[in-house]
């Protein structure tokens, strides 16, 4: 374990298995169609990387980053997009991936930009769900974790940018967050 975490919340083997439910979930919502996964950048990186692995339909890629948090933990209720998309998605069928839905702030931003795009259809997908942080109704298809009110981090999600590289989802030690 990685001196600076305090707990795992969940670990590789749970994230594996729930991730391979999710795109055989999806393989089978979306049989004979073509899918667009939009991942939201960084933090959905690994997820997507993973998800796509369990989907056995024709499945395209593009990516959007946006900034809602700085390098902290505390929403700054702004949404930036720093990369857009790639291409049109006009008439396709997309999935918007994300890492987390905290308090739905960022999802709602990015559900209302890309309706206004014309996609044939449009869901979301995300590894986690911070439920009880929720300020705006937001509707989740796909959700890998329901999880309390605590800041994670691992599997694509950062704090000050580290520790997106463990391979679990973990808190870190509260000294940690302070610095
Ligand atoms: P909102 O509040 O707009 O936030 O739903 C979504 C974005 O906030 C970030 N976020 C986190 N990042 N650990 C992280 O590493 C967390 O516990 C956490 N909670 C929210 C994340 O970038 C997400 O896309
Ligand atoms: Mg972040």
Not at 29 to 44: F, Q, T
Not at 71 to 87: C, E, F, H, N, P
Request: hydrophobic fraction near 40%.
């Amino acid at each position: 374990m990685h001196p600076h975490v305090e707990k795992i919340l969940l670990d590789e083997a749970q994230i594996k298995e729930r991730v391979l439910q999710l795109g055989q979930q999806i393989s089978q919502d979306y049989k004979g169609e073509s899918i667009l996964m939009v991942g939201i950048l960084k933090g959905a990186m690994i997820f997507l990387a993973d998800l796509v692995r369990n989907i056995d339909v024709t499945t395209y890629f593009d990516f959007m980053a946006v900034s809602s948090y700085g390098a902290g933990t505390v929403s700054s209720g702004a949404v930036r997009i720093l990369k857009d998309l790639d291409k049109s998605i006009e008439g396709r069928h997309v999935i918007i991936v994300e890492d987390i839905v905290d308090t739905g702030l960022t999802l709602q931003y990015l559900v209302e930009n890309m309706k206004s795009r014309g996609p044939a259809s449009l869901k979301i997908c995300t590894l986690l769900d911070k439920p009880s942080r929720r300020k705006v109704d937001v509707q989740i298809d796909y959700n890998g974790f329901s999880i309390p009110d605590e800041f994670v981090v691992g599997y694509g999600l950062d704090y000050g940018e580290k520790y997106r590289n463990l391979p679990y989802i973990a808190v870190l030690k509260p000294e940690i967050y302070q610095v």
